[in-house]
């Protein structure tokens, strides 16, 4: 059993409905992050949250809104979203890292898999 | 050029076979590598990392060639369980870490 927890597992919802993402960490971890896995392309790093403060926001479209309540949940909130953000999300754990220490590697959960129709 | 590249395979390969992937970087101040394991429809798993001098993890070998900025991973007596995607994964900035698309390999008997 991971020690990342995500529901739901798969999510179908148009693209007027607003939904949301849950990732829940039992690790003690105080980094948390979102990805997205499309098909046959690399994860794609979407935010970065250390000890509860958006460190990283890699460009995504404001349809896409992060929450981070505490440092043992995220939450990815989802508003008018397009067909082709369809797609697997990957919510990730990592003990704060500490330059050049290993201690950076990432602890996945089982993914939320999107459809928007 | 793509920050982290891997041929995408398939790679399809007999059980018993000895198999290895590249994987090339583009930043040559990359400072960590790894290589994550994903089977289908699950999430990506740390298989190994890779470290200055190569590792070894039982049948599995990575190695590190910072001149030619690549690493590799090398797979010998293949099992039906190593049927997965590969995916490499260097650590740039603050704990960034670049994935590569993956390498599919598919063990048959």
């Known amino acids: 059993e991971t020690g990342v927890t995500q529901t739901p597992r798969h999510l179908v919802m148009g693209m007027t409905n607003k939904k949301s993402l849950k990732c829940e960490q039992h690790?003690?971890?105080?980094?948390m992050y979102w990805y997205k896995q499309s098909a046959k392309k690399p994860l794609e790093l979407m935010f970065v949250y250390s000890l509860e403060e958006r460190v990283e926001n890699n460009s995504v479209p404001s349809r896409f809104s992060p929450e981070c309540p505490n440092s043992s949940h995220l939450f990815l909130h989802l508003h008018t979203l397009q067909p082709e953000d369809s797609a697997l999300y990957l919510c990730?754990?990592?003990?704060?890292?500490?330059?050049?220490?290993?201690?950076?590697?990432?602890?996945f959960g089982a993914g939320s898999r999107l459809t928007v129709l | 050029r793509k920050e982290v590249e891997q041929d995408p395979g398939p790679f399809n390969v007999p059980e018993g076979a000895t198999v290895a992937f590249n994987c090339t970087y583009s930043n040559s101040a990359s400072q960590s590598f790894f290589w994550y394991r994903q089977d289908c429809r699950k999430e990506p798993k740390l298989l190994m990392s890779?470290?200055?001098s190569g590792n070894e993890d039982g049948r599995f070998t990575a190695q590190l060639n910072r001149a030619s900025q690549y690493i590799s991973l090398l797979i010998r007596d293949s099992k039906l369980s190593d049927s997965a995607t590969y995916l490499c994964?260097?650590?740039?900035?603050?704990?960034?870490?670049?994935f590569g698309a993956g390498t599919r390999l598919a063990v048959h008997p």
């Open positions: 690790l003690g971890h105080n980094a």
């Open positions: 994964v260097v650590r740039g900035g603050y704990n960034k870490l670049i």
């Open positions: 890779v470290y200055s």
């Open positions: 990730a754990s990592t003990p704060v890292p500490i330059p050049g220490s290993g201690a950076n590697v990432l602890t």
